[in-house]
């Protein structure tokens, strides 16, 4: 597919840590999932790709639009919708007040045309009904729809989702991921998540982030493929497995390099991420 | 406009300042405006008449308001006024039809339509609106932190503090005590109005194509604006000083601005916290060298050079506006902490 954003050689260093190592990465429309542990340069990326902060190094455009020049900067982020981690809102505004102030951030400043915009997100994340309530009397699933209908102000063609399923308890989880899926039609959206089922449920692609650096770029299918033939059942904790873990049934699965003869068990994606974490070498998919 | 529409529009106005959460005042409307319909329609200009000269004895909107409306081009508070009027009036909602393209009319009842849904602007918007600012920069200023009630409170609790104790301990030549506290004032105000400290809604902002630096400028003038007229009205207060008791203006223009330039370079909390050290230091010294005199300061070259640094602060901040563009500083996210432990080296 084209790609409609591409980055290549993003190098962020604060002080003495690295956050971005050389990162490079191409994104098409619909979702693609950033997976990786805490302190991975997850949100860095976002943020650089998002505008927020500028990398030491590297490039990077998004719908064909350079950041690294004013006007540049300006098109990218008339074509992005961002919702930052843990995004706060002005407790004291509504649903509606919210999204608008948004909307006006997003230069849609003629009155009716921004309503309608607002009206238009505020549906598309099923908050109409509670579009006057205050955000501080929403709950946090609601609270995460009206970031989401922010971020969807002005039909962006390139949307960066920072964990946005974090907190919501399973119902609100899907709910979430309904709108997630919805808004990756016709457009590009960059989903970071700890949650491996975001992944297998809605993206199309996949990265996976250890320290600064990309470990893995490819399909979900490819990254579960990883798995193959290397995870199994044991009745104890098998201590050559890299990970393993006693399950429902009392049987313990196992992640690694396994015995022969052992009881292999279809793998997962979430089987080949925890490989991809654990001291691989850095590898791309084609 | 006539007197009498004018009236009818202020009797909308009350509705529309209302600030509420709810569509109350627009639920009675509808009634009324169910009482009215069966009164007919007349022709806009006849509508335009107001209560002295329309059928039915009750205010209606101005024709030319209407037109405008149908153009789309009638602007806030207005545009409000004639909004919640026409939901509430038969006569007004036919009376329109008459003034307007029908293509253009399909626009503006989708418009009218979008309108009910939006929540009526609070009580700081609609003041807002009402001395002219935009109604988008209204709701940006609605957004500034400092703008709200609390502080506002807490500022002026300060300065009639401050001016009860200058009033009160009256001997020396200038006020020096609230001389030297209301620079100070205007300088938190505006530290406190932007950055990714105190406004929540910071990382979004720095994202969007909105530029920092004229969200910061919007914000800085209002806030601003306000700090001077609340220290100007304390200085009212104080009429036995005469002219000696504005001399906190340039200082406090000073302090801001330097506060302001420094803060694209270090972040929105150590240059404020630099600018107030330095200015009580700076009070200090002067104190002690003053011989019970006037302050340093406050002498007419203290005030030369206030002036001064205020402009020379206000041209770097025009030099360094772009860096208002980016987030000021990484440390002051919660994100810090998703850094590698990877030494560069």
Redesign the interface.
């Known amino acids: 597919m084209t790609p409609t954003v591409s980055a290549s050689g993003l190098t962020l260093r604060y002080g003495g840590t690295v956050a971005l190592d050389d990162v490079s990465l191409r994104l098409s429309e619909g979702v693609t999932g950033l997976l990786g542990p805490n302190g991975a340069g997850k949100t860095t990326l976002l943020r650089v790709l998002a505008t927020a902060v500028p990398a030491d190094r590297g490039a990077f455009t998004v719908l064909g639009h350079d950041p690294g020049t004013t006007s540049g900067r300006l098109d990218v982020r008339r074509a992005l919708g961002y919702l930052p981690q843990t995004p706060a809102f002005h407790p004291d505004f509504s649903a509606f007040e919210f999204v608008d102030y948004v909307a006006i951030l997003k230069e849609l400043t003629d009155r009716s045309a921004r309503h309608r915009e607002v009206r238009r997100v505020l549906e598309a994340v099923d908050l109409s009904d509670v579009r006057g309530k205050r955000i501080k009397r929403l709950s946090g699933g609601m609270r995460q729809r009206v970031g989401l209908a922010a971020a969807l102000v002005g039909d962006p063609g390139f949307l960066v989702l920072d964990e946005p399923t974090v907190g919501l308890d399973p119902e609100q989880r899907m709910r979430f991921r309904e709108l997630i899926a919805e808004s990756g039609v016709g457009r590009t959206v960059l989903l970071s998540t700890h949650q491996t089922e975001d992944v297998a449920m809605l993206c199309h692609r996949v990265i996976v982030m250890v320290r600064g650096s990309i470990r893995f770029e490819g399909t979900p299918a490819e990254l579960t493929a990883r798995a193959a033939g290397r995870v199994w059942s044991s009745t104890a904790r098998d201590p050559g497995a890299r990970a393993g873990w006693r399950t429902g049934t009392g049987s313990f699965r196992n992640v690694g390099d396994p015995p022969k003869g052992a009881d292999l068990l279809e793998p997962t994606l979430e089987d080949g991420y925890l490989l991809t974490l654990d001291g691989e070498p850095a590898e791309v998919a084609a | 406009m006539s007197g009498g529409d004018d009236e009818a529009i202020g009797g909308d106005r009350r509705d529309t300042g209302g600030g509420g959460?709810?569509?109350s005042g627009l639920d009675e409307d509808m009634a009324a405006g169910r009482s009215a319909s069966g009164a007919g329609a007349g022709d806009a200009d006849r509508t335009a008449s107001g209560a002295d000269g329309s059928p039915d004895g009750r205010w209606h909107a101005d024709a030319e308001d209407l037109r405008a409306y149908a153009r789309?081009e009638l602007a806030?508070p207005r545009?409000w006024s004639v909004d919640t009027h026409l939901v509430a009036c038969a006569p007004c909602r036919e009376a329109l039809a008459t003034v307007s393209d029908p293509v253009v009319l399909d626009a503006g009842w989708?418009?009218l339509d979008?309108?009910l849904?939006?929540?009526r602007p609070r009580l700081l918007e609609s003041l807002l609106v009402r001395i002219g600012v935009?109604?988008?920069t209204a709701?940006?200023l609605?957004?500034t932190p400092v703008l709200?009630r609390s502080w506002l409170a807490a500022v002026a609790l300060v300065l009639l503090m401050a001016v009860v104790a200058t009033d009160a301990g009256r001997v020396a030549a200038s006020p020096t005590l609230f001389l030297a506290l209301a620079p100070l004032l205007p300088l938190a105000g505006v530290a406190l109005s932007y950055g990714p400290v105190l406004d929540?809604?910071y990382?979004?902002?720095?994202?969007?194509?909105?530029h920092g630096f004229r969200?910061l400028m919007i914000r800085t003038v209002a806030v601003l604006t306000t700090g001077l007229v609340l220290n100007g009205l304390a200085t009212l207060a104080l009429p036995a000083y005469g002219l000696r008791a504005l001399a906190w203006l340039l200082p406090a223009l000073a302090l801001t601005g330097t506060g302001l330039a420094l803060t694209a370079r270090w972040g929105p909390v150590l240059p404020p916290c630099l600018v107030g050290g330095a200015w009580v230091t700076l009070l200090m010294v002067a104190h002690a060298k003053a011989d019970g005199g006037t302050l340093a300061p406050f002498t007419a070259l203290g005030q030369g050079i206030a002036g001064a640094v205020a402009v020379l602060a206000a041209g770097l901040l025009y030099l360094v506006r772009?860096r208002f563009?980016?987030?000021p500083s990484?440390?002051f996210f919660?994100?810090?902490?998703?850094?590698?432990?990877?030494?560069?080296?």
Not at chain 2, 334 to 345: E, G, K, P, V, Y
């Open positions: 959460e709810d569509m789309g806030p545009l989708e418009r979008a309108e849904d939006a929540p935009a109604d988008h709701r940006l609605a957004a709200r929540p809604t990382e979004m902002a720095v994202v969007s194509p909105l969200l772009d563009d980016f987030s990484h440390a919660a994100d810090h902490t998703d850094f590698s432990d990877r030494s560069a080296a």
